[in-house]
């Protein structure tokens, strides 16, 4: 007689594991959030932590956990975690001061180097001193109280009527291209829309301050690589004048931000849009090249300088362009053939060769001939073979009395890179899209996006980048900006804002795919997903409406200046 066994099925589990980076391992009732489990694992963390990846994406720390998961918390010290941080403290600020001051709108302009956000308000006059430090001081008592910041979806029609009723114009602009719902954050009874994660409350919220800066004021933050203090005030008169200079601008073309960008799309006005825009900047083109032309000064020598991206080489082109019609002979002179030799290339910190720093550049020789060009003596330029890392003689070159020499490189704006050469014949020229079309009053879009959407899209068309590489790279060129590029912007003579009011639309189609592409589960598409969510927003233009000299047309292609030389 066979033995029966009976067989019955195993409990279900009540708890669940989180397994955090370095090993450690806790757990908990199906459903806690996952903040309950990384203040546990991390009761007094270095930096305020804002979200984890788990496994494949990112989360907010309100995720509740259902089954055993593999966590890495996401901090201040990372990109991601200060744009949480970010976005969270903007939306302090707006509950402050919706709680003091009903009647006031806030408008997140613009970022402000080393760290901040330049804010202004509408419907009421600006701030006083004192009325910005209530509202500094009602911001700590809602970190302090370590308030909930509450989730939900929405129905678009519901939020647009919400929105509406408050008087947020600007929400309602951009939500009345979109359909489904929206996510809508609550604080303290006060609605509103961010796209991008948030904490689940106030009290990591801990550094800021907001400093008067008339017109407005400036919410000041922390930066990534000092995440628990404030980097001392600096200001950049120069930089401020960019940036209301294109607020100016926004309001001649009636595009305030990419709500009504995408208005002026569904009605056919975005033509018009394209055309002053492109003819602003070949007109702040023209006048530098008029103000070289009159020359009071000597001034025998142009450096031009920016960031990636920034569509340096076009302006070059064009300003060589307006030199010609205004009777001037430009010669363009590359940085890099004044190299040192390889076995001279300082290295970097993972010994790397550092072909980004000064000291990578023969600056003695860059002068001498430099000085002797501008005298008009003969000289035979050096050039640099890349493939042996050897500088070797170039042509022969002796240039006219009405020649300007045009230099591009990133050290253009460094006072080192041409000690030996007269102050008076310098004129330095700093490029960049300086400024950005934001998704509405509280969503700020960063210029370091557009140039990166610009790069990625430029790689793919020109070097064969896949949008991962691209994005992989970034950090490092980010890294190189910072050292090389953005302490001297203050150094220009002129900037020029090379950002144009239409170009995410026109971005738009040639990045999605390649987005897209990027490979799920890898630290990339997470950027990637980022990078998608903003672009959602905007609605797509035609490239054909792009003229053929845009700065643009060096990332999409098309342009008539690609074989352009001088």
């Given amino acids: ?35 309950d489990f990384c203040r546990a694992a991390f009761p007094n963390p270095p ?42 403290l903007t939306f302090l600020l707006v509950v402050a001061m919706h709680e003091l001051y009903p009647q006031a709108r806030v408008l997140v302009d613009h970022s402000v180097t080393l760290g901040g956000f330049f804010c202004e308000i509408s419907a009421r006059p600006p701030l ?73 409350s106030t009290g990591s919220l801990k550094y800021f ?13 922390p930066r990534r690589q000092e995440p628990t203090s404030l980097p001392p005030f600096q200001d950049f008169p120069k930089l401020m004048g960019v940036f209301r200079d294109y607020a100016r601008r926004l309001r001649l073309l009636d595009i305030v931000d990419v709500g009504s960008l995408n208005q002026a799309i569904e009605t056919g006005r975005v033509r018009e849009a394209i055309l ?84 990578a550049i023969d600056v003695s020789l860059f002068n001498e001939q430099l000085n002797a060009l501008i005298e008009g003596r003969p000289v035979r330029l050096r050039h640099f073979d890349f493939k042996t890392g050897q500088g070797m003689p170039g042509k022969m070159v002796q240039l006219p009395e009405n020649t300007i020499l045009i230099v591009e490189g990133i050290h253009g ?7 030996d050469v007269p102050p008076e ?47 992989e790279r970034w950090e490092s060129i980010r890294r190189g900006e910072e050292r090389n590029i953005f302490p001297y912007q203050e150094n220009a003579d002129v900037m020029f804002n090379s950002a144009l009011v239409y170009e995410l639309a026109v971005l738009k189609p040639f990045a999605e795919p390649l987005l897209l592409r990027v490979p799920h589960g890898t630290m990339e598409a997470i950027e990637a997903q980022r990078l998608l969510a903003f672009l959602q927003w905007v609605r797509p233009c035609e490239p054909d409406m792009v003229p053929d000299n845009s700065l643009l047309r060096e990332f999409i292609g098309g342009s008539n200046l690609q074989d352009f030389t001088f």
């Fill in 47 to 88: 930096a305020p932590i804002m979200a984890a990846l788990v496994e494949d994406g990112l989360q907010e720390l309100t995720f509740p956990v259902q089954r055993d998961i593999r966590v890495q918390i996401i901090d201040t010290t990372s990109n991601d975690g200060m744009r949480i941080y970010q976005r969270a």
């Fill in 425 to 471: 014949r310098i004129f330095r020229l700093y490029v960049s899209a300086l400024t950005q079309l934001n998704i509405d009053h509280h969503n700020r879009v960063p210029t370091t996006d557009t140039r990166m959407l610009r790069r990625i899209v430029r790689d793919a068309q020109y070097r064969g980048y896949s949008a991962q590489q691209t994005i």
């Fill in 128 to 200: 006083s001193q004192d009325e910005l430090q209530a509202v500094k001081r009602r911001m700590q008592e809602i970190v302090a109280a370590d308030v909930p910041i509450n989730r939900q979806q929405m129905p678009v029609g519901e939020a647009i009527a919400h929105f509406a009723s408050q008087g947020y114009e600007d929400k309602v602009r951009l939500l009345q291209s979109h359909q489904g719902h929206v996510t809508v954050y609550s604080l303290n009874g006060v609605h509103d829309y961010f796209y991008g994660l948030m904490p689940p």
């Fill in 276 to 359: 002053v825009a492109e003819a602003l900047h070949e007109k702040k083109i023209a006048e530098i090249a008029d103000r070289l032309a009159s020359n009071e000064q000597g001034i025998r020598l142009v450096l031009i300088a920016g960031p990636s991206a920034s569509g340096k080489t076009t302006f070059a082109r064009r300003l060589a362009i307006q030199l010609m019609a205004d009777g001037l002979r430009p010669f363009a002179l590359g940085l890099d053939d004044y190299f040192v030799d390889r076995d001279r290339t300082p290295r970097d910190e993972e010994g790397e060769y550092d072909f980004e720093a000064l000291e």
């Fill in 209 to 221: 301050d907001l400093k008067l800066y008339p017109p407005g004021f400036i919410l000041q933050l």
């Fill in 413 to 419: 704006l460094n006072p080192r890179l041409v000690s």
């Fill in 1 to 35: 007689m066979s033995e029966r066994i009976l067989i019955r099925p195993a409990s279900p589990r009540q708890t669940a594991q989180v397994t955090f980076a370095d090993g450690r391992i806790y757990e908990g009732p199906l459903g806690t959030p996952l903040v």
